[in-house]
């Protein structure tokens, strides 16, 4: 299937690793080319060259903190245009809402929700423009089903969630489309880290806990980040023009729910 999506260019966010880099390998097979963004300088510039290699695609890599104000000014002047956008940051720290601050919420605020409309409000004016944009926003199943431990995911999510669900109508007539991609559990750092916490406050061991997430999802085991990577892909193509608004699990049936 052709994605219709051969000499656009990327942004996508938080992406020498997991989720983010694997939207971007995507991406980049799909013929588009990429402003590859994290913080670490030595992971990142390792991760643009092996896009690079496997694809042939131009990526640019750009070191920065996708949460600061300037970390995102050199991420979008990096990018020859913006057509597509991926969102994306680390997750917040887990814990009990009781040992949470206020500097800790407003901080979560940033990371998960601000920090994302931000980037949207510095691409979607030139979208509307060139009558192109396709935005995904990576957000959390946590939406749909709020975490325990996640109290500073749970709530900036969402918030993010209706912010962008109000936008993606305002921009649907001008072929920019806004969704959400919602990971349940897949196989990265971030997720080995939420995994110890939670074995921690069952007081079991982080491979019983494995055990016990894994058990809890229908098809009986983690995602692979290339899974998630395709369905950011498709939902940037051409064809999904019509598709806005919308807020997709990418969870292995593990909600339980029907809609
Ligand atoms: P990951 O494997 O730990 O990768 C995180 C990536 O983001 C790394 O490339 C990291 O590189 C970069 N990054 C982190 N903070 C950044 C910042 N402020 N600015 C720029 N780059 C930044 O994490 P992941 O599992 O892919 O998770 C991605 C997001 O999805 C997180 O918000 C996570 O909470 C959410 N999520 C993940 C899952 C899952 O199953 N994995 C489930 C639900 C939600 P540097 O550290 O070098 O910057």
């Given at each position: 299937?052709?994605?219709?999506?051969?000499?656009?260019?990327?942004?996508?966010?938080?992406?020498?690793?997991?989720?983010g880099y694997a939207c971007a390998?995507?991406?980049?097979?799909?013929?588009?080319?990429?402003?590859?963004?994290?913080?670490?300088?030595?992971?990142?510039?390792?991760?643009?060259?092996?896009?690079?290699?496997?694809?042939?695609?131009?990526?640019?890599?750009?070191?920065?903190?996708?949460?600061?104000?300037?970390?995102?000014?050199?991420?979008?002047?990096?990018?020859?245009?913006?057509?597509?956008?991926?969102?994306?940051?680390?997750?917040?720290?887990?814990?009990?809402?009781?040992?949470?601050?206020?500097?800790?919420?407003?901080?979560?605020?940033?990371?998960?929700?601000?920090?994302?409309?931000?980037?949207?409000?510095?691409?979607?004016?030139?979208?509307?423009?060139?009558?192109?944009?396709?935005?995904?926003?990576?957000?959390?199943?946590?939406?749909?089903?709020?975490?325990?431990?996640?109290?500073?995911?749970?709530?900036?999510?969402?918030?993010?969630?209706?912010?962008?669900?109000?936008?993606?109508?305002?921009?649907?007539?001008?072929?920019?489309?806004?969704?959400?991609?919602?990971?349940?559990?897949?196989?990265?750092?971030?997720?080995?880290?939420?995994?110890?916490?939670?074995?921690?406050v069952r007081g079991v061991s982080?491979?019983?806990?494995?055990?016990?997430?894994?058990?809890?999802?229908?098809?009986?085991?983690?995602?692979?980040?290339?899974?998630?990577?395709?369905?950011?892909?498709?939902?940037?193509?051409?064809?999904?023009?019509?598709?806005?608004?919308?807020?997709?699990?990418?969870?292995?049936?593990?909600?339980?729910?029907?809609?």
């Amino acid at each position: 299937m052709d994605l219709g999506l051969k000499g656009k260019w990327a942004v996508v966010c938080a992406a020498s690793k997991g989720l983010g880099y694997a939207c971007a390998r995507a991406l980049a097979g799909e013929g588009v080319g990429i402003v590859l963004v994290a913080r670490t300088e030595s992971t990142l510039r390792a991760s643009a060259e092996r896009i690079h290699a496997e694809t042939g695609q131009r990526v640019i890599p750009v070191a920065a903190d996708i949460t600061t104000e300037q970390g995102r000014a050199e991420a979008l002047a990096a990018a020859p245009q913006v057509d597509i956008l991926v969102n994306n940051a680390g997750g917040p720290p887990t814990g009990d809402f009781l040992d949470f601050s206020r500097e800790d919420w407003l901080a979560a605020l940033n990371n998960n929700m601000l920090s994302h409309l931000e980037m949207i409000r510095g691409v979607i004016r030139p979208m509307v423009e060139r009558r192109f944009g396709r935005i995904v926003n990576i957000t959390s199943s946590a939406v749909k089903s709020p975490v325990e431990i996640l109290c500073l995911t749970n709530g900036p999510r969402a918030g993010l969630t209706g912010v962008a669900g109000g936008l993606a109508r305002q921009y649907a007539r001008y072929n920019v489309t806004i969704n959400g991609l919602l990971p349940g559990k897949f196989d990265t750092e971030r997720l080995r880290s939420n995994v110890r916490a939670r074995a921690e406050v069952r007081g079991v061991s982080f491979e019983q806990e494995t055990q016990h997430q894994i058990e809890l999802i229908a098809a009986k085991r983690y995602g692979r980040t290339e899974e998630f990577g395709q369905a950011c892909a498709f939902l940037c193509s051409a064809g999904a023009g019509y598709i806005t608004a919308q807020n997709i699990l990418v969870d292995g049936g593990a909600f339980p729910g029907l809609l």
